[in-house]
């Protein structure tokens, strides 16, 4: 014979353990979704005469590994202004070869070559800089961008969606005024 409490468990038992384990789902679900976080172009005075203007992300390569990705703009006092994409990826996962040039690839198939500035003295093999030239201002801002990182294992490709490049657009016309 069935006890009152064993009949209640059968009958909602399967209900609140689909529950659950529908609500556990739907957590991991969220957490694992990668999501968009938007960062502002900020500008910050270095010393009196000189100003940095960058944008910060964080975007993963086809292999999942994370990378920071920092497009920058220093002016100097006496008026010298050079853009910069930087590139840390996670210490002892990713090794850059040096020098090398990073490959930038829009959605129409123009690619650009940024020049490697920490072929000489790198702070890290993690991290890698690029000279950004008008040429890289000039590439189509419409659909993702590929940036191909040279890399001592070969290369890898981060896909720069849309949203970033939006606000890149905005770090180089903020700059140049």
């Known amino acids: 014979m069935v006890s009152w409490c064993q009949s209640l468990f059968l009958r909602w ?14 957590c991991a679900c969220l957490t694992l979704w990668p999501v968009a976080t938007p960062a502002l172009v900020r500008e910050t005075t270095e010393q009196p005469g000189q100003t940095l ?12 590994n994370t990378w920071q990705v920092v497009l920058f703009k220093r002016t100097k ?10 590139l840390v990826g996670f210490p002892g996962v990713t090794s850059f070869r040096h020098p ?57 490709q981060i896909k720069v969606p849309y949203f970033v490049l939006q606000e890149w657009q905005s770090l180089l016309a903020k700059a140049s005024d």
């Open 100 to 156: 090398a040039p990073l490959v930038v690839r829009d959605n129409g198939g123009n690619t650009v070559n940024l020049t490697d500035l920490l072929a000489e003295k790198s702070p890290g093999e993690n991290v890698g800089q690029f000279l950004v030239t008008t040429d890289f201002t000039n590439l189509q801002i419409n659909g993702i961008w590929e940036l191909n990182l040279p890399l001592a294992g070969g290369e890898q």
């Open 13 to 26: 038992g399967k209900v609140l353990t689909l529950t659950v384990l529908s609500f556990g789902l739907c």
């Open 53 to 64: 203007i960058q944008s910060r992300q964080s975007l993963r390569d086809q292999e999942g």
């Open 77 to 86: 006092a006496n008026g010298d202004r050079e853009t910069n994409l930087r």
